[in-house]
Nanobody
Framework: QVQLVESGGGSVQAGGSLRLSCEAS????????VAWFRQAPGKEREGVAA????????WYADSVKGRFTISLDNAKNTLYLQMNSLKPEDTAMYYC????????????????????WGQGTQVTVSS
C-alpha cells in the first residue's frame, strides 16, 4: 500500500519561494512515477510536475517551467517540489500522487494515471 504525506505549504508573497515535501512509502513497487498536482478553488485539478521513480525523466506544466523543480530522494523516500518566483496564480492546494504514467512532454498529465494521493498542503501567494 502506498502512503503519501505532504508538508511545507504556507503563505508567501509574490516572488518568494517554498519547498514542498512528500514523505512516501510503498511507492517503489506500486508505481513508476510520482507527481505534484494542484487545485485552486473553482478550478479543475491540474498536473504541476512529475518524475519517474526509477531513472531519469521529468514532466512540467508550461505554467511552472523554469520556476519549479521536482526531485525524488529514494534513500529518504521523499518527493520534493522547489517553487521559486511564486505568483498569486500558484495559489492552490497541492497534492502528491503516485501511479503508473508515461510522462509525455507536450501533453497534459492525466490525473487518472495516479491511484494514490496525499491529503494536500495549502500554498497561498499574495501580491
Amino acid at each position: 500500500q502506498v502512503q503519501l504525506v505532504e508538508s511545507g505549504g504556507g503563505s508567501v508573497q509574490a516572488g518568494g519561494s517554498l519547498r514542498l515535501s512528500c514523505e512516501a512509502s510503498g511507492y517503489t513497487t506500486n508505481s513508476n512515477s510520482v507527481a505534484w498536482f494542484r487545485q485552486a478553488p473553482g478550478k479543475e485539478r491540474e498536473g504541476v510536475a512529475a518524475i519517474y521513480t526509477h531513472g531519469s525523466g521529468t514532466w512540467y506544466a508550461d505554467s511552472v517551467k523554469g520556476r519549479f523543480t521536482i526531485s525524488l530522494d529514494n534513500a529518504k523516500n521523499t518527493l520534493y517540489l522547489q517553487m521559486n518566483s511564486l505568483k498569486p496564480e500558484d495559489t492552490a492546494m497541492y497534492y502528491c500522487a503516485a501511479g503508473w504514467s508515461k510522462l509525455r512532454v507536450g501533453f497534459d498529465l492525466p490525473a487518472e494515471d495516479f491511484g494514490y494521493w496525499g491529503q494536500g498542503t495549502q500554498v497561498t501567494v499574495s501580491s
